[in-house]
């Protein structure tokens, strides 16, 4: 991704705001396990690097715009011989010019913010003594999860300014991040290639018998081959753990005669792929196998043939329920439309880019997003779980479907798993 993109998506944002703005986001810090160093990988909050193209700990991006004009700044910790001599570079004021696309002269040393913040929060009040307010990105998910820096920082202007009207950024950039740009389509297709590939050479010498973990290893290490990382944590189950979304345990035998399902993904420049599949065991299927299989199969070209623009979103996993009303009373599995649910109980389709569940605030499709599309049949009496997910592109026309058929006919995976 080039310098541009990154300035393009504050102008954007800063497009989106009205005079008065102040804009705060944080990269975020090195998680600390129990009694270590910061040496564990670092996950950069992803609202910021749409903004900045910077993956480093603790910098601050500060946006503002006013009457005057609009300033963007950047404060970054100033580089430290010992920590250098320790933990290796650190970033300097010209790589985050370079990267962000910013002038040098408008990256700071972490020392200046709150002085900075402080002309910042005045110099925008509309008059004396008028409220102002600040955004912040504010991603919480859940009570549970510990009060992020981001979170910490807001307070503490509050506190020291209590008119302070706190806003949260995250809907105006989910916008933003909801249509992607060919270069981030192709970020995501690179990754998607190379999961398909480390999928392949996977299956090349699983065997029966194994740990899950071990087939899933086999598929890491292809992807490590290939110099990137995963998107999120391997699901792989086998049998009747497969019924479970998200299982991820991945701690037992792969049993003969069962079907192993596989949904992982890699990240290439943080864009991750989303792929899954579904194989048997043995290397060749049964008829019911092959039967269930086909049905999903034939439920995720249906989703994907709604995935049109101006098509309402909610239609690609309805155009499924649908389908399979019939089709799982020829499988023998219900007999009555309301009994879909037992069999089927996840969406079809999530929004696809810098995280596995992108943000996305549109209700139709609309070209340039990137969506998985991703039926499962989880029958849980006959211990078979099995989904097939592609990640679509919608574009004016056919929608494109950036993994394809590759590992998704029986001829291809029984020809691969013959070894
Ligand atoms: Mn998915």
Redesign the pocket.
């Known amino acids: 991704m080039t310098a541009e993109f990154y300035a393009g998506n504050r102008k954007r944002l800063l497009n989106m705001l009205d005079e008065g703005s102040v804009v705060c986001l944080y990269s975020g810090l090195v998680p600390v396990k129990s009694h270590d160093q910061d040496m564990h990988p670092f996950s950069v909050n992803r609202n910021f690097y749409y903004l900045t193209g910077i993956d480093t700990q603790n910098v601050w991006l500060i946006l503002s715009k006013r009457a005057s004009g609009v300033s963007e700044t950047l404060f970054i910790d100033q580089p430290d011989e010992m920590l250098i001599k320790w933990n290796g570079p650190m970033l300097t004021a010209a790589e985050a010019a370079q990267k962000s696309g910013l002038p040098e002269s408008a990256v700071r040393y972490m020392q200046d913010m709150d002085r900075y913040m402080a002309g910042q929060i005045n110099g925008a009040r509309p008059t004396m003594g008028e409220s102002v307010g600040v955004y912040f990105s504010l991603d919480r998910l859940s009570m549970k999860a510990a009060q992020t820096p981001a979170e910490q920082y807001a307070l503490t202007l509050r506190e020291k300014y209590p008119d302070l009207q706190i806003k949260n950024i995250a809907r105006h950039i989910a916008s933003l991040r909801s249509i992607k740009t060919p270069e981030e389509v192709e970020c995501i297709r690179r990754a998607g290639d190379v999961t398909i590939e480390a999928l392949r050479q996977m299956l090349r010498t699983a065997r029966p018998g194994e740990y899950e973990y071990q087939w899933a290893a086999d598929y890491e290490h292809y992807v490590a081959r290939a110099g990137m990382r995963h998107g999120f944590t391997t699901i792989a189950a086998s049998g009747e753990n497969a019924v479970m979304l998200h299982y991820h345990e991945n701690n037992c035998v792969v049993k003969e005669g069962g079907m192993f399902l596989f949904?992982l993904g890699a990240e290439c420049g943080y864009y991750s792929a989303?792929v899954?599949r579904t194989f048997p065991v043995s290397g060749k299927f049964t008829d019911r196998q092959k039967e269930l299989f086909e049905i999903v199969r034939e439920a995720q070209a249906h989703a994907r043939d709604k995935m049109r623009p101006g098509v309402p979103v909610r239609e690609s996993n309805q155009a499924v329920i649908d389908f399979y009303k019939k089709a799982l009373r020829t499988a023998k599995l219900i007999r009555d439309d309301s009994e879909v649910s037992k069999y089927y109980y996840h969406g079809v389709s999530?929004s696809l880019g810098l995280d596995?569940?992108d943000p996305c605030d549109r209700a139709e499709y609309e070209p340039g997003m990137v969506i998985?599309c991703?039926p499962g049949l989880y029958v849980a009496e006959e211990g078979i779980g099995i989904r097939l997910?592609n990640d679509i592109l919608v574009t004016e026309g056919a929608p494109e479907d950036l993994t394809g058929d590759r590992l998704m006919t029986v001829a291809e995976i029984e020809e691969i798993m013959s070894r």
Do not use: F, W
Request: hydrophobic content about 0%; charged content about 45%; glycine content about 0%.
């Open positions: 949904d989303d899954s999530h596995t569940h998985t991703e997910e």
